[in-house]
């Protein structure tokens, strides 16, 4: 009701990639291969880990909720995207827009997090093993997975409520999906609040898993570098590329998305940065993850 009273506007026009229409049919099907081929990545890996027994412990619980997480996150902007592709200019409802926004902030910060945990996890693994087992219980990892859904919740309500209970002039988003920038430009008189709130929320979302990802990998790699034997230095550093690399990715293209002002704000950098980090990471995730892990490797021959 809120979102449907607010505004004179009933929808909006996504623009896409109309500056390259010509590139549109294969754009099509490069996308749809990248769809296809990340939903059946990662769903291989959620059927791997819950069918081998051996593959029970939480770095294996998250990988699966992180497997997740990515078929979802895609799975909200990729047939938007692919529909855009086919028809040129994409009409959607308000209701439907800022659904689809809401859903892409609650599966991205949820995996802001769910990376997070998984640094913790790492951090106890090798830095506490006596006590990991009983530090990291299956009721913690459950408290830590619920707490990213929470705050995913939490971010994606707060924008989505705030930007289009505002009076928007315009209906025209120069993006392939409702995305947080492009609406800001359809807000009426002084953005300054909003702008700022985008950038505090970012903080909060983004930078404060990130720091905490670092801090443990700071404790991380001085606990391997005091490690006697050079075998198990190269094991706990093997076991941590994966993690450090997924992060890189996602935080590296999201962090230069929201953590800077609007007036930066360039539609095609955009487009460019969104895709990477919401089309490309799902599909290096699993990939990163399978062919740098043993175990996993040798669950998938099984």
């Known amino acids: 009701m809120i979102l449907g009273n607010l505004s004179g506007l009933s929808e ?7 500056e390259i229409s010509h590139l549109h049919p294969l754009l ?47 799975s909200v902007i990729i047939p938007t995207i692919l529909e855009n592709l086919m028809v040129g200019t994409v009409s959607l409802s308000k209701t439907r827009c800022a659904m689809q926004m809401f859903f892409f902030l609650f599966f ?9 945990a998984m640094s913790l996890d790492r951090y106890f693994a090798i ?40 009076p928007l002039c315009g209906s025209a988003i120069d993006h392939f999906f409702c995305e947080i920038q492009p609406l800001l430009d359809l807000l ?20 404060s898993p990130f720091l905490l990802i670092i801090y443990s990998y700071i404790r991380i790699i001085s606990t391997i570098l005091h490690m006697a034997s050079a075998q198990s230095q190269q094991k706990a550093f093997s076991t941590c590329s994966s993690h450090l690399l997924v992060v890189a990715l996602f935080y590296g293209a999201a962090g230069s998305m929201y953590l800077r002002p609007k007036y930066s704000y360039c539609a095609a950098v955009d487009k460019f940065l969104s895709l990477s980090y919401s089309v490309v ?14 175990e996993v490797k040798g669950a998938l021959k099984k």
């Open 108 to 116: 991205g910060v949820a995996e802001c997090f769910l990376l997070a």
């Open 127 to 166: 830095c506490h093993p006596l006590h990991y087992t009983m530090i990291m219980s299956s009721r913690v990892c459950r408290s830590l997975v619920a707490g990213s859904y929470i705050c995913g919740t939490a971010v994606g309500l707060v924008h989505s409520l705030t930007i289009f209970s505002s």
């Open 28 to 74: 099509f099907v490069v996308l749809l291969f990248l769809y296809i081929l990340t939903l059946m990545a990662n769903t291989v890996i959620v059927v791997i880990i819950k069918s081998d027994n051996t593959l029970c412990s939480p770095m294996y619980f998250f990988l699966t909720q992180l497997s997740c997480l990515d078929i979802c996150y895609l």
């Open 12 to 18: 909006f026009r996504l623009l896409g990639f109309s």
């Open 281 to 294: 990471t799902p599909l290096l995730n699993p990939v990163i993850y399978s062919l740098r892990n043993k």
């Open 188 to 207: 009426c008189g002084n953005t300054l609040p909003r702008e700022t709130q985008v950038i505090v929320v970012a903080v909060f979302a983004i930078l």
